[in-house]
């Protein structure tokens, strides 16, 4: 079964830092690109970053560029992301999601998972 | 960056009947990278369409997309107790991913 399972949300005060996780199972991580993508409370969804299968090309949506850092490891099939200087607008539900198709880096996303939340606040 | 619009914001609707919702880009979407999602309260948004009109793997016909350039519909041929939702479109061709801000589908 594929699955994405995220980690390492949770409370943060404003100028903190926080490093989130999301576990790949049942297909071939390196051969596709990830991205994360946010919902703040009672919001819609926010594309956030993503990341080539190789992980040698990283993008990132300008709200958070300078902040955040998308990488992976495909020995572990992990992706992460890592947030820095948070603000309170980054509160949010942060998913990790897969594209639909192999190698191509813009892609649909057919795989989410549960989402962690991370709540910024003093 | 390319800004979607969708509308209605929200529509009202019995079970059994159509339902049609817009989504307009303001610059055209490259090769029709335009999907749809569905997303139920608590829940992961699920994938209904990509390429604009493709079904996605699991998706029943009563969901059909169409469209091209700026102009794209979702389309749910009779809608189910479970197709009230959330639907969110999203481009995925050009300055990376952008989403709509969503049509919620009630119970009228």
């Known amino acids: 079964e594929v699955q994405l399972v995220e980690s390492g949300g949770g409370l943060v005060q404003p100028g903190g830092s926080l490093r989130l996780s999301c576990a790949a199972s049942?297909?071939?991580?390196?051969?596709?690109?990830m991205s994360w993508v946010r919902q703040a409370p009672g919001k819609g969804l926010e594309w956030v970053s993503a990341i080539s299968g190789s992980g040698g090309s990283t993008y990132y949506a300008d709200s958070v560029k300078g902040r955040f850092t998308i990488s992976r490891d495909n020995s572990k099939n992990t992706l992460y992301l890592q947030m820095n200087s948070l603000r309170a607008e980054d509160t949010a539900v942060y998913y990790c999601a897969k594209a639909d198709q192999p190698i191509r880096f813009l892609g649909a996303f057919d795989i989410w998972g549960q989402g962690t939340m991370v709540t910024v606040s003093s | 960056e390319i800004v979607l619009t969708q509308s209605p914001g929200t529509l009202s609707l019995s079970p059994g009947e159509r339902a049609t919702l817009s989504c307009r880009a303001s610059q055209s979407v490259s090769s029709s990278y335009l999907a749809w999602y569905q997303q139920k309260p608590g829940q992961a948004p699920r994938l209904l369409i990509y390429?604009?009109?493709s079904r996605a793997t699991g998706i029943p016909d009563r969901f059909s997309g169409s469209g091209s350039g700026t102009d794209f519909t979702l389309t749910i041929s009779r809608l189910e107790p479970e197709d009230f939702a959330v639907y969110y479109c999203q481009q995925y061709g050009s300055s990376g991913w952008t989403f709509g801000q969503g049509t919620k589908v009630e119970i009228k």
């Open positions: 049942g297909f071939t991580f390196s051969s596709y690109a």
């Open positions: 390429g604009a009109s």
